[in-house]
């Protein structure tokens, strides 16, 4: 079967899961992208130059979701036909935090709602993220004065269904490093540096134990997008001899040696549909150190959420009460569990699917 795969933000997250799809898939997958810039353009124009790029007929379209599939259904009905269409969505504008410098309201929720009205059929990456989209869809419709379009949703929800995300894991394997027993414990934080991810939460817990007189030291990498939050030059100014790393790792080998050694990882967002990043650390043995919210209690074995989620405002105690060996955990479980989501368990998956779909047509 050959694919189209349309990925209009290529970078990143989305450019990894594209390129892991392709690369693991028995299916025959024609990459079609766009740069990851303008993301407001992409959502809008993309559909526009995928109309234009695709110039062939495959046997399924599979489009990430920062597109307008409505637009690109109707400016290609000609050329593809009945050919099905299946919807993935890393994340949708309809509960993406908008910053101070956006205001755009419902514009770019709706053009999620509209191709998902368009796909044959819809895949989200975890179950927060299915939950969420429909919870966030009633308040979206109701917005607007009249015919609501109400029962639309349910036409949505019918064709919707959980795909998680793939990952490469196991290319973590040739760079693993035994961790130093007679160092301090390593705690990660290995998020996008921006406001969603919330790093003044992690650098307040980080000092708050430091004056504590509990022993550890940080690790903070991830994409930097502007200047250095002010949170992590407060900690560069409070702890600068517990800091091991402070900044982008661009070779894979070094990230992957510091997932290794170290013994903890910590998020603190507010905004996350799946959890790469929580994911490879604990394949790496990372305990993680998560708020009970988004998708990460359905990441965890339920034997360990009760250890490794904390509530409002206490990651400090939940911290605490692993520094100092209160909450011995047993990680091989949990780690059995986040290997289901490498590509060479999830390709095949992905393959079953979208090929019963395209049959199904």
């Not at 969603?196 to 504590?212: G, I, M, W």
Request: hydrophobic fraction near 40%; aromatic fraction near 12%; charged fraction near 25%.
């Amino acid at each position: 079967m050959r694919i189209a795969l349309l990925e209009s933000y290529y970078g990143g997250s989305h450019k990894a899961w594209a390129d892991g799809y392709k690369r693991f898939s028995a299916q025959d997958i024609d990459l079609v992208t766009l740069p990851a810039q303008f993301w407001k353009w992409r959502m809008q124009g993309a559909a526009i130059s995928f109309a234009r790029l695709l110039d062939s007929k495959p046997d399924l379209i599979l489009a990430s979701g920062m597109i307008d599939l409505s637009i690109f259904r109707a400016l290609t009905y000609r050329h593809l036909g009945d050919v099905p269409t299946a919807l993935y969505f890393h994340e949708n504008q309809l509960s993406y935090p908008q910053n101070r410098r956006q205001g755009h309201g419902w514009r770019y929720g709706f053009i999620n709602y509209a191709s998902a009205l368009t796909a044959d059929r819809i895949y989200f990456n975890s179950p927060f993220h299915l939950r969420d989209f429909m919870e966030q869809l009633p308040r979206m419709l109701k917005h607007f004065a009249d015919y609501n379009e109400l029962d639309s949703i349910e036409s949505i929800r019918a064709k919707s269904q959980v795909l998680p995300l793939g990952i490469d894991l196991r290319r973590f394997d040739q760079f693993q490093v035994q961790p130093r027993r007679d160092s301090p414990p390593l705690i990660v934080w290995n998020h996008r540096w921006e406001e969603d991810k919330d790093p003044a939460a992690f650098v307040r817990s980080a000092l708050q134990l430091a004056d504590e007189g509990l022993d550890f030291r940080v690790a903070i990498t991830g994409e930097s997008f502007g200047d250095m939050p002010a949170a992590f030059q407060r900690l560069q100014t409070g702890l600068p001899d517990r800091i091991e790393q402070l900044g982008y790792l661009g070779s894979f080998a070094d990230y992957a040696e510091l997932l290794w050694r170290a013994d903890y990882v910590v998020s603190t967002a507010w905004q996350e549909f799946f959890g790469v990043a929580i994911c490879e650390a604990i394949y790496c043995n990372c305990i993680p150190i998560l708020p009970d919210r988004l998708n990460y209690p359905d990441l965890l074995t339920e034997e360990l959420r009760g250890k490794c989620l904390y509530t409002r405002d206490r990651l400090s105690a939940q911290l605490r009460c692993h520094l100092r060996g209160d909450l011995p955990v047993d990680l091989n479980p949990l780690r059995a569990k986040i290997a289901e989501f490498d590509w060479r368990v999830m390709a095949p998956q992905y393959d079953a699917e979208l090929l019963a779909l395209a049959n199904r047509h």
